[in-house]
């Protein structure tokens, strides 16, 4: 019976910095910057483009209309309630029909495909509402502080007007 270790040695790579602390150029350099907009990972190639590619680069049909000014809002009520009707008649499928579903099924994925394009689409303004909300805190958080400063140097200045006062008075 064989003994196992309850961690793993680390990799051999920590001997690349065994000389680090008496001298920190020893350690090799970080790998270079992306300069393309293409790099692989894992065999695959990725880009550095942030751009969500559209249902039909995906090959996947579009259940809403393409534009610029989409009402998003609609678009997610719309889709939602074609989803739950989906379910629906999939459940009546299954109930009278239990060959017949696999349509069905394929609808349903669409719609779900359909709907986290769409979701995906909104978080460019997910990240901008997410960060002025995060920035008004601050500078809640910051007026708050200085108020509460201002209060504290008042009080503080009172207390010496007060601590004065008393050292005259007892003055001869």
């Known amino acids: 019976m064989a003994t196992s270790s309850s961690y793993p040695p680390p990799p051999p790579y920590y001997r690349l910095y065994k000389d680090y602390l008496e001298d920190p150029k020893s350690a090799p350099e970080p790998p270079p910057p992306i300069h393309d907009a293409t ?9 550095t483009d942030v751009v969500l590619p559209s249902l039909e680069d995906q090959g996947v049909r579009q259940l809403y209309p393409n534009g610029p000014n989409i009402d998003f809002k609609k678009v997610l009520q719309s889709l939602n309630r074609d989803l739950q009707l989906h379910i629906l008649e999939l459940a009546d ?18 719609i779900f495909k359909n709907l986290h394009h769409v979701l995906n689409s909104l978080r460019p303004h997910q990240a901008r509402a997410t960060l002025i909300h995060i920035l008004e805190c601050q500078i809640q958080r910051r007026k708050q502080a200085i108020e509460d400063i201002k209060r504290r140097r008042e009080e503080a200045q009172r207390l010496l007007k007060e601590s004065l006062q008393t050292l005259d008075g007892h003055q001869p």
Do not use: K, N
Request: cysteine-free; aromatic content about 14%; proline content about 7%.
């Open 39 to 47: 790099y692989p990972l894992f065999g695959a190639t990725y880009t």
């Open 93 to 110: 499928v299954l109930v009278e029909r239990p060959s017949q579903y696999a349509r069905r099924v394929e609808d349903i994925s669409l």
